[in-house]
């Protein structure tokens, strides 16, 4: 719920949180995990669009290990979506 209220401002690793609440509900099978995975896809997105050089964009993203995680549990979601 806070997350639905408050952005995450003023944290160390806000992909981490994103991440451990995306965690917590998918594995309560709580249908707000889609709405963090969500949120976390577009924050991860957002910051990456800031970076001018290429290279540490894909630094970003790839290299550390939330971000990565995030990005792969959003592509696999909208997988099984796109299946007929």
Not at 5 to 19: F, G, M, N, S, W
């Amino acid at each position: 719920d806070h997350l639905a209220t408050k952005p995450l401002q003023d944290v160390h690793e806000p992909a981490r949180i994103y991440l451990t609440c995306y965690n917590v509900l998918h594995a309560s099978r709580d249908a707000r995990a889609s709405w963090v995975l969500e949120q976390a896809y577009h924050w991860l997105n957002d910051r990456a669009s800031t970076f001018q050089d290429e290279a540490l964009k894909r630094l970003f993203l790839d290299n550390i290990p939330a971000n990565r995680i995030i990005s792969a549990e959003w592509e696999t979601a909208h997988q099984l979506e796109d299946k007929p």
